[in-house]
């Protein structure tokens, strides 16, 4: 069984920076594409920022400049450091992997529970 573990989040000021973490575990076999959604009530999921397995990324308009994705290949980790955080950041994040347990298995989407993030003075 595989899981995906989140860390990190919590209350900030406005212009304050915050870290999430997101550790796949269990049994991998390799790991795709890794990113962060995020979601306000009333409001559709939307992504955040992805990173393929080559490195490349890709964000949100919203976040660009801001927020940056990187990853631990050896953790199976995707981490979102998030800086100039503003009260429009505010959601609940959530990270998602897409894997296979092993050479013959099909690829598959996993998501990781939700951590609130709260930009507010």
């Known amino acids: 069984q595989v899981q995906l573990v989140v860390s990190g989040g919590g209350l900030v000021q406005p212009g304050g920076s915050l870290r999430l973490s997101c550790a796949a575990s269990?049994?991998?076999?390799?790991?795709?594409?890794m990113g962060w959604y995020r979601q306000v009530p009333g409001k559709q999921r939307e992504l955040v920022a992805a990173?393929?397995?080559?490195?490349?990324?890709n964000y949100a308009d919203s976040v660009k400049g801001r927020f940056t994705i990187s990853r631990d290949y050896a953790k199976n980790t995707v981490y979102l450091q998030m800086n100039s955080l503003k009260p429009d950041d505010t959601a609940v994040y959530s990270c998602?992997?897409?894997?296979?347990?092993?050479?013959?298995?099909?690829?598959?989407?996993?998501w990781g529970q939700g951590t609130q993030v709260t930009v507010s003075s």
């Open positions: 269990g049994s991998i076999f390799s790991i795709n594409a």
């Open positions: 998602n992997a897409e894997l296979r347990t092993s050479s013959t298995d099909y690829w598959r989407r996993v």
């Open positions: 990173i393929a397995s080559g490195g490349s990324t």
